[in-house]
């Protein structure tokens, strides 16, 4: 089937309810990492996932009311600010209340900055699946159990020794079911339990959750010393005010399939093979502006063997690429895009592929050059076997941020 344009989550990414300053008069949330807050950093980790249909942020009730609200709700991959409440529990409520008819959430700490595409894609695939996920770390220390005898510095007693292979350290994001989390939550308050997590929440309702590996760099900051020994994979793409990327794609011709380039039909030609629509210039085009942007490829972001990607429509990935560089604050600058191959004729189609990339991408088709070239009768394309192309992408960052 093809893959669905409507992502199915929903993040919400919590600021509020919890302990969430740094010493200094700066809210850990906003505190500077690269050219971006922690809480910006945590909302891309979120909203770069073509799942992730937006952000709900949570922020302290006088944030979310005044100047800091309004800037955070301007944000890229920002649905909506909300206030929380006196807990984390209260605060993941209120943001519950703002998400509307997604089936799915992804709740994250927004003093986590380091969340990678990988960890937040882990989450969504077991959250689908199970109802429930939550990713956790091994623990590589020996773990006791201790009991306090007296009131000495050395009071402590060892209880006993935990098998710490069936341990883990909770980490976010955290994924659920819309539906279940709510009941959780709301059942939690009845009884007058205080989650601590929402898969904590989850248990108390009887709910299984699914476990994936956390991240050791995926560390929540509650210290400077953190803020100060942590790198930010991301930070070069949010910092460098242009990016470069080259993307190149191949595809064999043989398929029993329309023919698809740059988005645009051409009639009466063969079809190339490939798991999606094969659209040799538009996943070239993907290559090029996930390169620059330092996301991978687009194997990695709709994989060949997920059936949601099967006969899928270019542009509609393209757009989730698109959405993706937002998030990061990047935009695109211009695109040079080269097709390679000896036939069909390229020319009478390039104003029309010129205008279907530049709509899936949602930018100006001026920003959009492509040309075409034989190969001379050389090779396998030069035989007519085959069409490649090659991509060069310009992005900038979209918004200077003090």
């Not at 799942?51 to 890229?76: H, K, S, W, Y």
């Not at 210290?223 to 794609?249: C, H, K, M, N, W």
């Amino acid at each position: 089937m093809a893959a669905s344009s409507t992502p199915d989550f929903v993040g919400i990414v919590v600021a509020a309810g919890s302990s969430a300053r740094l010493p200094g008069p700066v809210p850990k949330q906003f505190a500077r990492l690269g050219r971006r807050s922690l809480l910006e950093h945590a909302i891309a980790a979120l909203a770069g996932d073509p799942a992730v249909r937006g952000v709900i942020v949570v922020l302290p009730p006088l944030d979310a009311a005044g100047v800091r609200g309004q800037e955070v709700a301007r944000g890229p991959g920002v649905l909506r600010v909300v206030a929380g409440g006196a807990t984390r529990a209260d605060s993941v409520r209120n943001g519950l209340s703002a998400v509307g008819a997604a089936p799915f959430v992804l709740v994250h700490d927004a003093a986590r900055p380091s969340a990678s595409p990988r960890l937040v894609r882990a989450v969504i695939e077991a959250t689908r699946e199970r109802g429930a996920a939550v990713p956790g770390l091994p623990i590589v220390d020996t773990v006791k159990r201790v009991g306090r005898v007296s009131e000495s510095a050395c009071g402590w007693q060892v209880l006993e020794t935990l098998d710490r292979s069936l341990l883990r350290l909770a980490q976010t994001p955290q994924g659920a079911r819309s539906d279940w989390l709510a009941q959780a939550l709301e059942l939690a308050a009845a009884r007058g339990v205080v989650a601590t997590d929402e898969a904590a929440a989850l248990e108390l309702a009887g709910r299984e959750v699914a476990v994936v590996d956390g991240e050791p760099g995926n560390r929540k900051i509650t210290s400077p010393e953190d803020l100060r020994g942590l790198v930010q994979p991301d930070d070069s793409a949010a910092g460098a005010p242009f990016r470069i990327g080259t993307g190149f794609d191949i595809h064999r011709f043989g398929a029993d399939r329309r023919l698809v380039l740059g988005g645009v039909e051409f009639p009466g030609e063969t079809g190339l093979a490939g798991h999606s629509d094969a659209d040799v210039v538009l996943h070239a085009v993907m290559d090029a502006l996930l390169g620059a942007a330092a996301l991978g490829d687009i194997g990695a972001l709709f994989p060949p063997e997920d059936p949601r990607f099967l006969d899928a429509d270019s542009r509609v990935l393209a757009a989730e690429v698109a959405g993706r560089l937002g998030s990061l604050g990047l935009r695109v600058v211009n695109l040079d895009v080269t097709v390679l191959a000896e036939h069909p004729r390229i020319r009478p189609h390039v104003d029309a592929m010129r205008q279907a990339v530049a709509d899936a991408l949602a930018i100006d088709a001026a920003r959009v050059g492509i040309k075409a070239t034989t190969l001379e009768g050389l090779g396998a394309l030069g035989r007519g076997e085959g069409i490649a192309c090659q991509a060069v992408a310009l992005l900038e960052r979209a918004v200077e941020r003090s």
